[in-house]
């Protein structure tokens, strides 16, 4: 490890002392963060397996029974039946912090009566698997916005947690042995040049003690 280029001072070893146990103290922080930030993370993805496959499977099944409504059906009948909102619907996206780190929190606003009242439009030209994917969507909707707040959640911990471990590595790996080698050399030299004023002193009071 390469030490740093500084004078062999008794002030100088003060400072990279003080230096030193900053350092240190701040690699255990950021250690402890990083522990952290790694477990809610784990969580986190677990979290997000288990919605990405109820979700999945959901529009999955949703996706067969529009298939096989859009076979029994007339195209036009299906663009009518959709041309119109049923309901209205908002998402109000607040800010959460986790461990320093901002992540979304999505609020899904919308008429939960709406669900369980009939569908608005006439039944001729619908069927029984045209209704049955207008109300799994409906009922889905809320799932999918939380797995979207959960996946951009653990893509912003995952950059936290990068930038934790390389600002780690930077402390363990290079600045705190720097700082040990830098105050390991400057002690040498001290203790050094102490021997050698011990020595001048000697051969002074060896040179007077013969005149």
């Not at 740093?4 to 003080?18: A, F, G, I, S, W």
């Not at 784990?42 to 529009?59: F, M």
């Not at 619908?126 to 951009?152: C, H, Q, R």
């Amino acid at each position: 490890m390469v030490r740093l280029n500084v004078n062999p001072t008794r002030m100088e070893l003060t400072r990279l002392k003080k230096q030193l146990s900053t350092a240190t103290r701040g690699h255990k922080l950021l250690k402890d963060k990083q522990d952290e930030l790694m477990r809610r993370f784990i969580l986190l993805v677990k979290k997000n397996n288990e919605l990405r496959v109820a979700v999945e499977k959901e529009l999955t099944d949703a996706l067969a029974g529009f298939v096989l409504a859009n076979a029994t059906l007339n195209e036009a009948f299906i663009e009518e039946l959709v041309a119109i909102p049923a309901e209205t619907m908002t998402v109000d996206v607040i800010e959460k912090n986790i461990m320093s780190v901002p992540v979304p929190i999505m609020n899904f606003h919308y008429d939960e009566a709406a669900a369980t009242t009939p569908l608005n439009y006439g039944y001729v030209n619908s069927n029984a698997e045209l209704d049955g994917v207008f109300e799994t969507i409906s009922t889905i909707l809320p799932k999918m916005l939380e797995l979207a707040e959960v996946e951009k959640t653990c893509q912003l911990l995952a950059e936290e947690i990068e930038k934790t471990r390389r600002r780690v590595n930077a402390l363990e790996y290079m600045t705190i042995p720097q700082l040990q080698e830098t105050i390991y050399y400057i002690q040498m030299k001290l203790e050094e040049n102490e021997r050698s004023e011990i020595t001048r002193l000697i051969k002074i009071k060896n040179m007077g003690k013969q005149t």
